[in-house]
């Protein structure tokens, strides 16, 4: 993880693309794939702690194990992104309380341990057969409200801090302007709600989850334009690399991705086409939800790569 480090703090190309070569997309996947498991997180947590895991097609069983395989393709980005593979290890050597690095290896084992618990509520099938006993062990469980209860707030602490994270990871890199803002963690932990409730609504089996779903994200989206508008306020009121980051997003090289592909299509168009839906003006459609998505993923895309561009001596952007 200080391969990260290194590529935020020492890279000063000024011809970078701005969709990004293919060798630089394991970051903002990674970003993308720990916000939107973040999100999922969060969802299941409320939706056991709320009970609907008496519900056999809770979205709360799904959830869990998808999430397991997103974190963990995540952290295999994050992986060939190290140029010293095999000591990745010594992050669970020690823990550092001012190193974001450090939190953020000991938040992911717990999360993995928090989806864990998630998924032994109602293991699926395939996986019931394969461990003996796990079906009597899942009886255990559900036997305890207390007990869902607990994991269900589990799920939600550790899906917010994993969410917080994942912008906290880039605003503590002070050398660049355009990520070194408070906000930037709230930006993408609500991005990360957003683009979670969007995908676990395509999938959702329950009708009032995937209603309540839709309404949540018009919540979040709403939110995030309004965040996101905060988030370049700050930046045009702060010292001149700082108006010069935002310049990057708002009319510079950035500007044609960030207006069409993260605020028209990831924000805009899914919360009108969704705010119909849910009035019953129109029927639900994928669109927005897809929408929703493909909007965060290119977020990250422009916000890391933007980020690199942007640093306290932009004589080169002149």
Same mark, same amino acid.
């Given at each position: 993880?200080?391969?990260l480090?290194e590529?935020t703090t020492t890279r000063?190309?000024?011809h970078i693309?701005p969709f990004m070569?293919?060798?630089?997309?394991? !970051?903002?996947?990674?970003?993308?794939l720990?916000?939107i498991?973040a999100g999922?997180?969060i969802?299941?947590? &409320?939706?056991l702690?709320s009970?609907r895991?008496?519900y056999?097609?809770?979205?709360c069983f799904?959830?869990?194990?998808i999430?397991?395989?997103?974190?963990?393709?995540?952290?295999?980005f994050?992986f060939l992104d190290?140029?010293h593979?095999?000591y990745?290890w010594?992050? &669970?050597?020690?823990?550092?309380?001012?190193?974001p690095?450090s939190w953020?290896?000991?938040i992911?084992?717990?999360v993995y341990?928090a989806?864990?618990?998630?998924?032994?509520i109602?293991?699926p099938e395939?996986?019931q057969t394969k !461990?003996r006993?796990?079906s009597?062990f899942s009886?255990?469980?559900?036997s305890?409200?207390?007990?869902?209860?607990i994991?269900?707030?589990?799920?939600?602490l550790l899906?917010?801090m994993?969410?917080? &994270?994942?912008?906290?990871l880039?605003?503590v890199m002070?050398?660049?302007?355009?990520?070194n803002?408070?906000?930037?963690w709230?930006?993408f932990?609500?991005?990360?709600?957003?683009?979670?409730?969007?995908f676990?609504?395509?999938?959702a089996?329950n009708k &009032?989850?995937?209603?309540?779903?839709a309404k949540a994200?018009n919540?979040f989206?709403?939110?995030?334009?309004?965040v996101?508008?905060?988030?370049?306020?700050g930046?045009l009121t702060s010292?001149?690399p700082?108006?010069?980051?935002?310049?990057?997003l708002l009319n510079?090289?950035f500007?044609?991705?960030?207006?069409v592909f993260?605020?028209?299509?990831?924000?805009?168009?899914?919360?009108?086409?969704q705010?119909?839906?849910v009035n019953?003006?129109?029927?639900h459609?994928?669109?927005?939800?897809?929408?929703v998505?493909?909007g965060?993923v290119?977020?990250?895309?422009i916000i890391?790569e933007?980020g690199?561009l942007?640093?306290?001596?932009?004589?080169h952007l002149?």
């Amino acid at each position: 993880m200080r391969d990260l480090i290194e590529l935020t703090t020492t890279r000063h190309n000024p011809h970078i693309d701005p969709f990004m070569s293919m060798w630089e997309w394991q !970051i903002p996947l990674y970003l993308f794939l720990g916000g939107i498991v973040a999100g999922m997180m969060i969802i299941s947590g &409320y939706f056991l702690f709320s009970q609907r895991y008496k519900y056999t097609d809770c979205a709360c069983f799904s959830t869990p194990i998808i999430s397991l395989i997103l974190i963990s393709i995540g952290m295999f980005f994050l992986f060939l992104d190290l140029s010293h593979k095999l000591y990745f290890w010594r992050l &669970y050597t020690t823990f550092k309380i001012n190193s974001p690095m450090s939190w953020g290896a000991w938040i992911l084992l717990l999360v993995y341990l928090a989806l864990i618990l998630n998924l032994f509520i109602k293991p699926p099938e395939f996986i019931q057969t394969k !461990i003996r006993g796990l079906s009597n062990f899942s009886l255990k469980i559900t036997s305890h409200p207390f007990l869902i209860k607990i994991i269900g707030i589990a799920n939600m602490l550790l899906g917010l801090m994993l969410g917080a &994270y994942t912008g906290i990871l880039l605003s503590v890199m002070v050398a660049r302007p355009l990520w070194n803002s408070s906000i930037l963690w709230l930006l993408f932990l609500i991005s990360g709600l957003s683009t979670a409730a969007a995908f676990v609504h395509l999938f959702a089996k329950n009708k &009032y989850e995937s209603e309540l779903l839709a309404k949540a994200d018009n919540g979040f989206l709403t939110l995030e334009l309004f965040v996101l508008f905060v988030f370049l306020i700050g930046l045009l009121t702060s010292t001149k690399p700082h108006i010069e980051a935002a310049i990057l997003l708002l009319n510079g090289q950035f500007a044609p991705a960030f207006w069409v592909f993260v605020v028209l299509m990831g924000i805009v168009l899914p919360l009108i086409i969704q705010l119909l839906a849910v009035n019953h003006k129109i029927k639900h459609t994928p669109v927005a939800p897809i929408f929703v998505i493909i909007g965060g993923v290119i977020l990250r895309f422009i916000i890391v790569e933007a980020g690199q561009l942007s640093h306290w001596f932009n004589a080169h952007l002149k």
